[in-house]
């Protein structure tokens, strides 16, 4: 499972550091692409088998399901950790989630979010303001604490 916030500078060829944590799940290799909210979604290769997997199982002829799976298919890309357990980002991906020097990974279960840090700092500020009401409304999905 990933967990934890770890901030981290990008540099000008689009390479950012993975922490050490995070490497030991995802391994060598693995899958990038565009998130939700504005970031994007890391994966280990079994987690994007997975959620390929469930993908696959959209009706094709759902205009939705079709616009959904596009979305994170087509920017899709298998990222390398150099020997600097650095990664880098394609510019598609980069320029989707608005990355330039600053950079926050945030570990969420399944997966490795990387945010731009004024993207991420915008978005933490949101749920102070309104988390009491989505924790209340967790319930409706069946979560409750």
Sequence with gaps: MFMGEYNHTMDAKGRCIVPAKF??????????????DGCLFVYPNEEWLRFEEKLKTLPLTNKNARQFARFFLAGAATCEVDKQGRILLPAVLREFAQLEKEVVLVGVANRVEI?????????????????DEVAENMENLGFSI
């Design 23 to 36: 490497r030991d799940s995802l391994g060598d290799e693995f899958v990038v692409t565009k998130g939700l």
């Design 115 to 131: 945010w731009s840090k004024a993207k991420w700092e915008e978005s933490m500020n949101s749920y102070d303001e309104d988390m």
